[in-house]
């Protein structure tokens, strides 16, 4: 199964200027200015994000009726209280008590439920660039955009937020999937590369050594609602506003996953697998959002580049499925195989499942020849 949908952006980018945008969870403050370089590490925002209300059934607490509630509180509405404080007491001796569970200001009291509302303090929260490079423009209390000649390969499946780390190569195949016993110490808040896939042990074990990312081919659904803790299919129902995981799911929030073909076990496509390989041991940054409506936005990995690189673009390329060009095939009989178009029909032509469209020819790399629509061929370079 493959997720892709095409929109015109290649998967694989060797040179090219790439614009990340950081945006805080709330409104904030921001940082930096226009024009200032920024290091992965360097704060580009902060804000203080309000935390959930924390509703108390007091009179039930208490064993009061609703109404004395707050004759019952030993602080007033909108008084500050620390974790661990007397709230109330249901007697002035040997009365019931019941202490605050968390520390905040006591927001409201209804009398007539006998709730009693705590408002905790607003959290702060740090937004961080996440990559190398400079800020291009500034969206006042929101967030910042960034620009980076760099190389970035695109998948069509990921998981988590966006990460920094060193990338690290841990298969010599695009065929050979991580095993367990591949993430070890030295692994620690890298970005990981493999092959055809990734099971749930190995994604816990990435868990514990505090890996910061994982590229790979693709993954068997049944091994990530595994990793993810999710029962039955209905995790995967996709619907407006966006494609996401229940909010029951308990997604490790410092692990991004990215997958490059789709759920099964595949081989990476090669000339993806060439590239990450090729960029070992260096800086990148991986965003595994994915989203399926309100506009599509595909996870990506963006490996930072010299400025004096050969061969920068300031534009991605736009390459047009042509004779001589390399694609990847999409259509489920011959899913993420790589080959070279030639011929392109002008005209429609009648497919094996008797749809007529706009087809190519497709030389595969064992030497078959096999004839792809259009909309089914990806374009890689």
């Not at 009726?65 to 500050?80: D, N, Y």
């Not at 496509?269 to 800086?283: I, R, V």
């Not at 920068?312 to 080959?339: D, F, K, N, T, W």
């Not at 030389?363 to 020849?369: A, F, K, N, R, S």
Request: proline share 8%; with cysteine.
């Amino acid at each position: 199964m493959s997720l892709y949908v095409p929109t015109g952006t290649p998967p694989l980018v060797a040179g090219a200027l790439a614009r990340i945008e950081r945006r805080l969870p709330a409104p904030g403050e921001v940082t930096v200015r226009v024009g200032q370089r920024v290091e992965p590490d360097d704060v580009v925002a902060r804000a203080f994000v309000p935390a959930t209300p924390q509703i108390l059934n007091l009179a039930r607490e208490l064993m009061i009726p609703p109404s004395r509630v707050e004759r019952a509180l030993s602080r007033e509405v909108g008084a500050t209280v620390a974790q661990g404080d007397l709230l109330a007491r249901a007697g002035r001796i040997g009365g019931r008590v019941c202490r605050a569970p968390i520390g905040g200001v006591i927001a409201a009291v209804d009398g007539e439920t006998g709730y009693v509302t705590i408002m905790p303090d607003p959290v702060r929260h740090e937004l961080f660039a996440t990559v190398r490079g400079v800020v291009m423009d500034v969206m006042p209390y929101e967030g910042v955009r960034i620009e980076t000649p760099a190389a970035q390969v695109h998948g069509v499946f990921g998981l988590g937020a966006s990460q920094s780390g060193v990338l690290r190569l841990l298969v010599t195949d695009p065929s050979e999937p991580i095993v367990t016993e591949m993430i070890n110490p030295r692994s620690a808040y890298a970005i990981v590369i493999g092959g055809s896939g990734i099971s749930a042990a190995a994604l816990q074990r990435a868990v514990q050594e505090q890996v910061r990312g994982v590229i790979v081919g693709s993954i068997d659904e049944a091994e990530l609602r595994a990793f993810l803790g999710v029962d039955g299919y209905a995790a995967w129902e996709v619907g407006p506003p966006d494609w996401q995981v229940p909010v029951a799911v308990a997604q490790p929030a410092d692990l991004t996953l990215i997958v490059t073909e789709g759920f099964g076990q595949r081989p990476m496509s090669e000339p993806l697998f060439e590239l990450l390989a090729s960029h070992h041991g260096k800086e990148a940054l991986v965003e595994g959002v994915t989203g399926l409506w309100g506009g599509v936005r595909r996870p990506r990995v963006v490996i930072p580049l010299s400025a004096r690189t050969a061969g920068l673009q300031i534009e991605a390329p736009q390459p047009s499925l042509r004779p001589g060009a390399m694609v990847r095939l999409l259509h489920q009989a011959y899913l993420g195989q790589v080959g070279q178009v030639r011929t392109v029909s002008s005209a429609p032509r009648r497919l094996a499942s008797r749809v007529r469209t706009t087809a190519a020819d497709v030389l595969l790399e064992d030497g078959t020849v096999v004839v792809a629509a259009t909309s089914a061929a990806e374009v890689l370079s």
